[in-house]
C-alpha cells in the first residue's frame, strides 16, 4: 500500500482483485497502519483465511500490507498469495 489509512477513508467500500464488495472501512484514524473492517455478506473464506481473520469473523482489522491500492471510493484487496503462484 502506498500510504497509511486516514480518517478519510472511513466509509470506503472494500473490495476484492476483482472488484467485489467484500466490506466496509470503519474506525481509521490518521496515519494508521491499519483500519477496522466490516464485512460484507458473503465474504469468501478464502479472502478471511487472507486477512488472518478466523472463519466465524465478520470484522477485523484490515493491513496496508492485504491492500493494493486506495483510490477516492474504494480500497481494493491484492490478489491472494496462492492465485498468484
Known amino acids: 500500500m502506498a500510504r497509511n489509512f486516514r480518517g478519510e477513508d472511513d466509509g470506503k ?3 476484492d482483485h476483482e472488484g467485489n464488495e ?3 472501512v470503519e ?3 490518521d496515519s494508521d497502519e491499519y483500519a477496522d473492517m466490516k464485512s460484507a ?3 469468501t473464506k478464502g479472502i478471511k483465511e487472507m ?3 478466523g472463519s466465524d ?3 477485523g482489522r484490515l ?3 492485504h491492500v493494493e491500492e486506495v483510490t477516492d471510493e ?6 491472494p498469495q496462492e492465485r498468484r503462484e
Do not use: K, N, Q
Not at 74 to 79: D, F, K, N, Q, S
Open 63 to 65: 493491513h496496508g500490507e
Open 22 to 24: 467484500v466490506g466496509t
Open 41 to 43: 455478506p458473503g465474504i
Open 13 to 15: 467500500r472494500v473490495v
Open 74 to 79: 474504494e480500497v481494493r484487496l491484492r490478489e
Open 51 to 53: 486477512l488472518g481473520w
Open 57 to 59: 469473523d465478520d470484522s
Open 27 to 29: 474506525l481509521t484514524g
